[in-house]
């Protein structure tokens, strides 16, 4: 996936979850990647979806239609060629 400033990332509590989150999209055809969370966001081996802007309500409808709370969603933001992440 192109990194830019139009990209998100929904963190998960589980493994599980973020991977039955990521098969429902894929699924449907939604163009997700299923990453490990960078560290800057969050230790251990929490994983996330990251996706598109324009896809950013298709992810969280179906997050709460399976009733799952991520963790936390972030905005990538490119600082000097370098990812930072904004929380939201």
Excluded: W
């Excluded at 963190?11 to 490990?36: D, P, R």
């Amino acid at each position: 996936m192109k990194k830019n400033n139009n990209e998100y990332l929904m963190v998960f509590t589980c493994y599980s979850k973020a991977v039955f989150v990521y098969k429902k999209l894929i699924e449907k055809g939604y163009k997700v990647n299923l990453v490990s969370t960078p560290c800057k966001i969050s230790s251990g081996c929490s994983h996330s979806i990251r996706f598109k802007e324009e896809d950013f309500s298709i992810v969280k409808s179906e997050t709460e239609k399976n009733n799952i709370v991520p963790k936390a969603i972030y905005k990538i933001v490119l600082q000097n060629n370098k990812e930072s992440y904004e929380l939201l």
